[in-house]
């Protein structure tokens, strides 16, 4: 795909955003939301430490959807990249994550019997 500025439905799994300007860099976004304001990724996995190559996975991935959401201006602000765990996280990736620039969402759900 050729670097743009359209966000485009990509499958049932989520939206593509290709980085406008210089070298073309593509993310997957699981959900955007709120007008395209809020790019969400979903995460359902095991609790893992910063010590975890599924840390250094994430770190990397998010750092892309943080490069890529700053070059795709929705009025006058960039998307906010949100990390949702739902089965939880540890304090010390969440507060990771939060450093990057993402926001948090680490609570396992619980659902009605």
């Known amino acids: 795909m050729a670097c743009g500025r359209v966000l485009r ?3 049932p799994r989520g939206n593509i955003a290709a980085a406008p300007h210089g070298p073309c860099a593509q993310v997957t976004v699981d959900v955007v939301a709120c007008d395209g304001l809020w790019w969400i990724e979903i995460k ?3 609790l893992f430490g910063l010590e975890s190559s ?3 996975s994430l770190r990397d991935q998010a750092s892309r959807l943080l490069r890529v959401a700053a070059q ?3 009025g006058a602000h960039s998307p906010r990249v949100l990390v949702v765990f ?5 304090v010390e990736v969440a ?5 990057l620039g993402c926001a948090v969402v680490h609570a ?3 659902l009605p019997p």
């Open 95 to 99: 507060t990771a994550l939060s450093r």
């Open 9 to 11: 439905s990509l499958l």
């Open 72 to 74: 795709h201006r929705v």
């Open 54 to 56: 599924a840390w250094a």
């Open 44 to 46: 359902a996995t095991t």
């Open 86 to 90: 739902t089965a939880g996280c540890t």
């Open 108 to 110: 396992a759900p619980r």
